[in-house]
């Protein structure tokens, strides 16, 4: 929950350099963006299902699609999008930054800014080996 491998990697929400620890709302959700970005012919294998519990009364920034350009979606990412989490890290005003899914239309990844004050109220409540379904990494 460090946000280390998106700092040293960066993602199409962060720069290189900056923390940050992705998650997704729903399991269907975390399985399609680790498909988007495993080759195919390789089934991931090792991965555990982390579940986690934010605290109800947890401010958080929401962006909306229609606040996008229309490339927002690019690979290689947009430096738009990086720009917009560079701000909310920067700010650190908010725990949660709730972006629109690249992968899913209409679902929400949150993204969580490991440097902010109530991180530490995020807690780990479940942990459980997850297996993918080899149809989805077929060539």
Same mark, same amino acid.
């Given at each position: 929950m460090?946000?280390k491998?998106?700092?040293?990697?960066?993602?199409?929400?962060?720069?290189?350099?900056?923390?940050?620890?992705?998650?997704?709302?729903?399991? =269907?959700?975390?399985t399609?963006? &680790?498909a988007?970005?495993?080759?195919?012919? #390789?089934?991931?294998?090792?991965?555990?299902l @982390?579940?986690?519990?934010?605290?109800?009364?947890?401010?958080?920034?929401?962006?909306?699609?229609?606040?996008?350009?229309?490339?927002w979606?690019?690979?290689?990412?947009?430096?738009?999008?990086?720009?917009v989490c560079?701000?909310?890290? =920067?700010?650190?005003?908010?725990? &949660?930054?709730?972006?629109p899914?690249?992968? #899913?239309?209409?679902?929400?990844?949150?993204? @969580?800014?490991p440097?902010?004050?109530?991180?530490?109220?995020?807690?780990i409540?479940?942990?459980?080996?997850?297996?993918?379904?080899k149809?989805?990494?077929?060539?």
């Amino acid at each position: 929950m460090s946000g280390k491998g998106a700092e040293l990697a960066g993602g199409r929400w962060n720069s290189i350099g900056q923390a940050m620890f992705y998650t997704a709302e729903n399991r =269907a959700l975390c399985t399609a963006e &680790i498909a988007v970005h495993t080759p195919l012919g #390789i089934v991931p294998k090792n991965y555990y299902l @982390i579940s986690i519990e934010i605290p109800q009364d947890t401010d958080m920034l929401e962006i909306d699609v229609k606040d996008l350009p229309k490339n927002w979606k690019t690979f290689p990412h947009s430096p738009i999008t990086k720009k917009v989490c560079d701000q909310f890290i =920067a700010q650190n005003n908010f725990l &949660i930054m709730k972006v629109p899914s690249a992968v #899913i239309h209409g679902a929400y990844n949150c993204l @969580i800014n490991p440097t902010h004050k109530n991180f530490k109220k995020v807690n780990i409540v479940g942990s459980e080996p997850f297996a993918f379904d080899k149809r989805l990494f077929d060539k």
